[in-house]
């Protein structure tokens, strides 16, 4: 069976060369990422003082004391590889990402248009050497499998390692059966004697799918060479990135607007001929001064001309260098879409949207004569006090994610949980509390009352008090016990008084305070 040759490249330690670059870290500085608590990557520096997969960081550091912990980002890791493959693809095209820093190539095109195997990848290794990555290898092997073993376990001074056709089994016999199975499978087969891929390769393949399974038929075909795998090319993303460069630069609100009116439009009809409208968009400006700002913005719908170029007005606003004019002149601007959705999504409804549509516009007509700043909407945050929860966002903006149960951004111990109160009170509102016998009720250093609350009245004084028929607490809040110029200590009691009403108290040292009311 001829079976198609595979062309492998593969950046050693690539999750740290991703890592290292976004840090801005020197070369020579010993660095591992963590992925669940564990060396999840080690640079060659950290390796060489002893450093290993799989060790906790405590472990890390003692046989490293300087070494660099960061975690394991694979967003960031595969982020960093698109520019690589990008590159690869103007060489030869047709490239499959096997991984972050590992791809495949079929070896038929580049070929027959380099008239070698030898030759071609000397070609994508040229390109890789000079943009950084001096150390890439390749492997050249029947199948994705065989070729990336060739790639990784080649002499270290052999950039180009080739497996003859059909010498793939061959090849990969002595290897560990770890190489091809999971942890799983692994542990097994060397309870059972088998060791290297040669030995598992010697099974029969019907016996080794009827007890294993599926997944171990596949790494078996792998082990023997007879994988069958096909590359899959990948579909390069439509890039919609849309910017503009001003020669001479742009010192003036008023011409950068205009200037950027016909980019603006384009980004936005680009977008609607694929059927899409952009969300979430990222806006790069530079000035002559060598500044680059960025900044993400979100809309409540879509994004048309007119917000992109608010959008850049506001920014620079927002970074201090614009008034009516530009501290610096504007030398570029860049459109970059960070989120995008189909337009069908955002069409009007059978019946219009008029009241919606016309709320919209109204508001992003104030804030475009406000500013960002000028139209907020209320949402709710993390804190422990209500009166602290407030969050005003800027319209258009997302809102903080609340944590399961209501508790903010983050679980909050000593936040009010279940139904929240619906008037919440800014300003401090005394309140008065009594048991039965008209005594004050406190709260002893044991966090319990000292009389059972009878009568309360939140009115001036000589009002006629109410009853309480129910109450429940008290519940202590206590926030920076380590500080004492800013720490609080706060009891805070429910109660429900005759007439229906609902009240959320709480005491501190200058007595009891209604902070929130059950309306």
Do not use: K
Request: charged share 25%; net charge neutral; aromatic share 6%.
């Amino acid at each position: 069976m001829n079976r198609e040759r595979t062309i492998v490249l593969w950046i050693p330690d690539w999750p740290v060369v991703a890592a290292r670059a976004a840090a801005a870290l020197e070369i020579g500085v010993p660095l591992v990422l963590l992925q669940g608590g564990l060396v999840f990557a080690a640079s060659e520096a950290a390796r060489h003082q002893g450093v290993r997969r799989g060790l906790t960081v405590r472990e890390a550091q003692f046989r490293c004391p300087d070494l660099v912990v960061q975690p394991y980002d694979p967003v960031l890791d595969r982020r960093a590889f698109d520019p690589v493959v990008d590159g690869i693809e103007a060489v030869t095209p047709g490239v499959a990402v096997l991984r972050p820093g590992t791809c495949a190539i079929r070896a038929r095109g580049p070929v027959r248009y380099y008239g070698s195997e030898t030759a071609a990848v000397q070609a994508v290794l040229t390109y890789l050497s000079g943009v950084g990555f001096p150390d890439a290898r390749a492997g050249v092997a029947d199948g994705p499998f065989a070729a990336e073993q060739a790639a990784r376990h080649g002499a270290p001074s052999e950039r180009i390692h080739t497996i003859a056709p059909g010498s793939s089994a061959g090849f990969l016999a002595p290897l560990p059966v770890s190489t091809v199975a999971d942890a799983g499978l692994g542990t097994l087969l060397a309870r059972l004697g088998v060791h290297t891929l040669g030995q598992f390769a010697a099974l029969p393949a019907q016996d080794v799918h009827r007890r294993f399974g599926a997944a171990a038929a596949q790494a078996h075909a792998r082990a023997g060479g007879r994988e069958r795998e096909e590359i899959v090319p990948r579909t390069p993303a439509p890039v919609f990135d849309q910017g503009r460069e001003f020669e001479p630069a742009l010192e003036r609100i008023d011409q950068l607007a205009f200037a950027l009116r016909a980019t603006a439009e384009q980004f936005v009809r680009i977008l609607r001929e694929h059927t899409l409208v952009c969300t979430v968009v990222t806006i790069l400006v530079g000035t002559d001064d060598g500044l680059l700002t960025e900044r993400t913005w979100r809309h409540p719908r879509w994004f048309t001309a007119t917000d992109l170029i608010d959008r850049v007005r506001w920014q620079l606003q927002g970074e201090g260098r614009a008034s009516s004019g530009l501290s610096a002149g504007v030398v570029r601007v860049v459109f970059s879409p960070d989120r995008l959705d189909a337009v069908a999504n955002h069409e009007a409804g059978l019946w219009g949207t008029g009241p919606d549509e016309r709320i919209h516009h109204a508001l992003t007509r104030v804030q475009g004569l406000v500013g960002h700043e000028g139209v907020v909407t209320a949402s709710v945050g993390g804190g422990r006090m209500l009166a602290d929860r407030q969050r005003w966002v800027p319209w258009g903006d997302d809102a903080p994610a609340p944590a399961p149960g209501g508790a903010g951004v983050r679980p909050w111990s000593g936040s009010l949980g279940g139904l929240l109160p619906s008037t919440v009170f800014t300003r401090r509102v005394p309140v008065s509390l009594v048991a039965a016998d008209g005594r004050d009720v406190a709260v002893d250093e044991r966090g319990a009352v000292t009389h059972a609350p009878d009568r309360f009245t939140d009115r001036p004084a000589g009002a006629d008090p109410r009853r309480v028929v129910a109450w429940a607490g008290p519940w202590p809040v206590q926030e920076r016990w380590w500080d004492a110029g800013s720490s609080r200590r706060v009891q805070r009691m429910q109660i429900v008084e005759d007439s229906g009403d609902a009240w959320l108290l709480a005491l501190d040292d200058d007595g009891w305070r209604a902070e929130a009311r059950y309306d």
